[in-house]
T-cell receptor
Framework: DAGVTQSPTHLIKTRGQQVTLRCSPI?????VSWYQQVLGQGPQFIFQ???????GRGNFPDRFSARQFPNYSSELNVNALLLGDSALYLC????????????FGSGTRLTVV | QKEVEQDPGPLSVPEGAIVSLNCTYS??????FMWYRQYSRKGPELLMY????GNKEDGRFTAQVDKSSKYISLFIRDSQPSDSATYLC????????????FGTGTLLAVQP
């Protein structure tokens, strides 16, 4: 079975640009969460979506937004990119909103120059 | 003060050693405790998942949670070079979201 898939794997953007990252959860998983991992740090929670509704939002500016589609896939959008947005963006899926043992994808490595 | 503190290492041990990895936390409401392993340029992989206090064993791995001390541990027995990775502790409260709070990760190198 396919795990959590994320695309693209790598991305280079210029300051001020916008970026969209995509995530397909494990089949049957209805909850998707997004994390940002800066080099040398642990992942930081950005969003959780369950059944297309936002269930949680971390301490990130409004430049970050996300949505979940009827097939439970998800997109993370970041506007007006800053150099500090350079990080590994991780998507994780779980069966339900209350399931804590989730599965991560390999991430999208975003570099802002 | 961070909610979850973890020594970043690096920690270097010889093959076959017992490895002890630890995290402390400040939020007494945490009830779910996880350990993830992350290889370079990969996503974290769930190793152990514990609810509340106590011990849990899975093969060479043992997770311990001491809620009275706000301290969790992961022990790796008979460590192998393939165990070389970053180990992340993570925890969560019970609620409407399954948001995890992660430590910074400990880099482990097992020398053959």
């Amino acid at each position: 079975d396919a795990g959590v898939t994320q695309s693209p794997t790598h991305l280079i953007k210029t300051r001020g640009q916008q970026v969209t990252l995509r995530c397909s959860p494990i089949s049957g998983h209805k909850s998707v969460s997004w994390y940002q991992q800066v080099l040398g740090q642990g992942p930081q929670f950005i969003f959780q979506y369950y059944e297309k509704e936002e269930r949680g939002r971390g301490n990130f500016p409004d430049r970050f937004s996300a949505r979940q589609f009827p097939n439970y896939s998800s997109e993370l959008n970041v506007n007006a990119l800053l150099l500090g947005d350079s990080a590994l963006y991780l998507c994780a899926s779980s069966l339900t909103a209350g399931d804590y043992g989730y599965t991560f994808g390999s991430g999208t490595r975003l570099t802002v120059v | 003060q961070k909610e979850v503190e973890q020594d970043p290492g690096p920690l270097s041990v010889p093959e076959g050693a017992i490895v002890s990895l630890n995290c402390t936390y400040s939020n007494s409401a945490f009830q779910y405790f996880m350990w993830y392993r992350q290889y370079s340029r990969k996503g974290p992989e769930l190793l152990m998942y514990t609810y509340s206090s106590g011990n849990k064993e899975d093969g060479r791995f043992t997770a311990q949670v001491d809620k009275s001390s706000k301290y969790i541990s992961l022990f790796i027995r008979d460590s192998q070079p393939s165990d070389s990775a970053t180990y992340l502790c993570a925890m969560s409260v019970s609620g409407a979201t399954n948001k995890l709070i992660f430590g910074t990760g400990t880099l482990l190198a097992v020398q053959p």
